[in-house]
């Protein structure tokens, strides 16, 4: 194990060693009789003594059994739960939320490459959709198709009434497409009823739903597209870029926002009044 992951392990761990401090307060406290006030005051104190020196703790040693963390430090020997360890260690990233109002479910695209499909009023996980091989960046949903783009190239179409995803398609590999120099990653996917947008490394593109065929490659001037979206007859896009983008499907230009930002993550717009 290296050094970094150690000193990770042992800094997000760090938290424990209140709860087991406390553990052994309350057990002497309530062998010598103490009223519940003092063990509270006490707990309180302790609490803002650690977190106000955590940066500070020194861990001298470390060894490992096949359950436990064990670490020497100045005064004292602390374990901690290698499970423990893993769940706090493990939560992926959330990097793409939507809602479908018509269903009432939450889709979540993570930096485990997994998209995560929840009921929003049961709260319960109904189902877990894998392949691809690195972290999500963009979902979009339309129906029953749910497109996914991925950080791995590929932008995926998935049935939602199916498990496995339907079609799949790489912009990198598209030679008018293709931008090598800022890698295959795909930042974002969006849908419409015959048409799918995406861009990241990758130039912003148009495809054909149905049959998956490039339509226009927008030939625009930025380093990376973030966010892409349809709205009327035309296509909105941003990323990192000087300006936000208006274009119809062919690709000209209808304006240039300037934008003060050296990149672009998100858009939202309103038709009432009209803002973007």
Same mark, same amino acid.
């Given at each position: 194990?290296?050094?970094?992951?150690?000193?990770?392990?042992?800094?997000?761990?760090?938290?424990?060693?209140?709860?087991?401090?406390?553990?052994?307060?309350?057990?002497?406290?309530?062998?010598?009789?103490?009223?519940?006030?003092?063990?509270?005051?006490?707990?309180?104190?302790?609490?803002?003594?650690?977190?106000?020196?955590?940066?500070?703790?020194?861990?001298?040693?470390?060894?490992?059994?096949?359950?436990?963390?064990?670490?020497?430090?100045?005064?004292?020997?602390?374990?901690?739960?290698?499970?423990?360890?893993?769940?706090?260690?493990?939560?992926?990233?959330?990097?793409?939320?939507?809602?479908?109002?018509?269903?009432?479910?939450?889709?979540?695209?993570?930096?485990?490459?997994?998209?995560?499909?929840?009921?929003?009023?049961?709260?319960?996980?109904?189902?877990?959709?894998?392949?691809?091989?690195?972290?999500?960046?963009?979902?979009?949903?339309?129906?029953?198709?749910? =497109? +996914?783009?991925?950080?791995?190239? *590929?932008?995926?179409?998935? $049935?939602?009434?199916?498990?496995? #995803?339907?079609? /799949?398609?790489?912009?990198?590999?598209?030679?008018?497409?293709?931008?090598?120099?800022?890698?295959?990653?795909?930042?974002?996917?969006?849908?419409?009823?015959?048409?799918?947008?995406?861009?990241?490394?990758?130039?912003?593109?148009?495809?054909?739903?149905?049959?998956?065929?490039?339509?226009?490659?927008?030939?625009?001037?930025?380093?990376?597209?973030?966010?892409?979206?349809?709205?009327?007859?035309?296509?909105?896009?941003?990323? =990192? +870029?000087?300006?936000?983008?208006? *274009?119809?499907?062919?690709? $000209?230009?209808?304006?240039?926002? #300037?934008?003060? /930002?050296?990149?672009?993550?998100s858009a939202v717009y309103q038709e009432f009044p009209h803002?973007?």
């Amino acid at each position: 194990m290296k050094v970094q992951q150690l000193f990770l392990y042992a800094y997000v761990l760090a938290k424990y060693i209140i709860w087991l401090i406390n553990y052994f307060i309350i057990q002497y406290y309530h062998k010598h009789f103490l009223p519940a006030e003092t063990i509270f005051l006490h707990l309180i104190l302790m609490e803002i003594s650690l977190f106000m020196t955590k940066q500070d703790v020194q861990v001298c040693s470390m060894v490992t059994t096949e359950k436990f963390l064990i670490t020497g430090m100045v005064g004292e020997i602390v374990g901690w739960n290698w499970k423990s360890i893993k769940d706090a260690l493990e939560k992926p990233d959330v990097n793409s939320l939507i809602f479908d109002k018509t269903k009432g479910l939450l889709y979540a695209g993570c930096g485990d490459n997994k998209i995560y499909v929840f009921n929003l009023e049961s709260r319960q996980l109904l189902r877990t959709m894998e392949g691809h091989e690195d972290f999500i960046h963009c979902l979009h949903n339309l129906g029953n198709i749910l =497109a +996914s783009a991925s950080e791995d190239g *590929l932008v995926k179409l998935w $049935d939602l009434r199916q498990k496995e #995803p339907t079609k /799949s398609l790489q912009p990198h590999l598209k030679q008018e497409v293709a931008r090598p120099a800022l890698g295959k990653w795909v930042g974002t996917v969006a849908l419409s009823e015959d048409w799918l947008l995406c861009g990241g490394g990758p130039r912003l593109s148009l495809w054909h739903l149905r049959t998956l065929d490039v339509t226009t490659a927008f030939n625009l001037d930025d380093n990376g597209i973030h966010v892409a979206m349809f709205y009327d007859d035309r296509v909105m896009a941003g990323g =990192a +870029s000087p300006h936000f983008y208006h *274009l119809n499907y062919s690709g $000209d230009v209808y304006a240039q926002v #300037p934008s003060s /930002s050296t990149t672009i993550y998100s858009a939202v717009y309103q038709e009432f009044p009209h803002k973007v």
